[in-house]
């Protein structure tokens, strides 16, 4: 369990780190998307979506350094639970909002985005519970880092999965 732990580690490095990456890159449609999402005064657009990416680094420094592992998994599945809160919102809403998710998408949320999410809260509880990468090392450690790159393409990908394969809404 503890490879597969370890991939699930690094999956969640993985998936922040391009996350992160995408939101800042594409910053300004990022802190433009916020309002449809949740509705929040125009003064504090930027200071809220710089919060959302220094927590998704905060989580990718800390979950990659063994001696904070387990404070950066535990921020990353609080992060997870947040965003998937504010994509309940927005179907609820029907707001059609867009998943900046990996920053500037235009895609409308929808609940596969939940259950993305739900995925990698699985992640999580899996690299916390089994011990992630501080409980293997060498060719193992090489291992999980390959199965985590490999899983990390359907996760950051899920939007263009779903249109190719035609489920996407």
């Known amino acids: 369990m503890t490879l597969l732990a370890a991939a699930a580690q690094w999956l969640i490095v993985f998936v922040f780190a391009g996350s992160a990456a995408g939101k800042a890159v594409a910053f300004g449609r990022f802190r433009d998307g916020i309002p ?3 509705p929040v005064p125009r003064r504090i657009l930027a200071p809220l979506a710089g919060l959302v ?3 998704e680094l905060a989580v990718v420094v800390l979950a990659a350094v063994p001696a904070t592992r387990a404070v950066g998994l535990i921020l990353a599945a609080v ?3 947040a965003f998937s809160g504010v994509i309940v919102r927005s179907l609820r809403a029907a707001s059609g909002a867009a998943c900046n998710c990996f920053g500037g998408a235009v ?3 929808a609940p596969r985005h939940l259950l993305r999410n739900g995925f990698l809260v699985l992640a999580v509880i899996a690299a ?3 011990g992630g990468a501080a409980a293997v090392g060498g060719a193992h450690l090489a ?3 390959a199965l985590a790159f490999v899983a990390v393409v359907p996760v950051a990908l899920l939007d263009e999965f779903s249109y190719v ?3 996407a809404e």
Do not use: E, Y
């Open 36 to 38: 449809a999402l949740w």
């Open 165 to 167: 394969l035609g489920t």
């Open 107 to 109: 895609v409308p949320l």
């Open 128 to 130: 916390l519970r089994w």
């Open 143 to 145: 291992w999980a880092l």
């Open 53 to 55: 990416v220094g927590g």
């Open 79 to 81: 992060l997870l639970l």
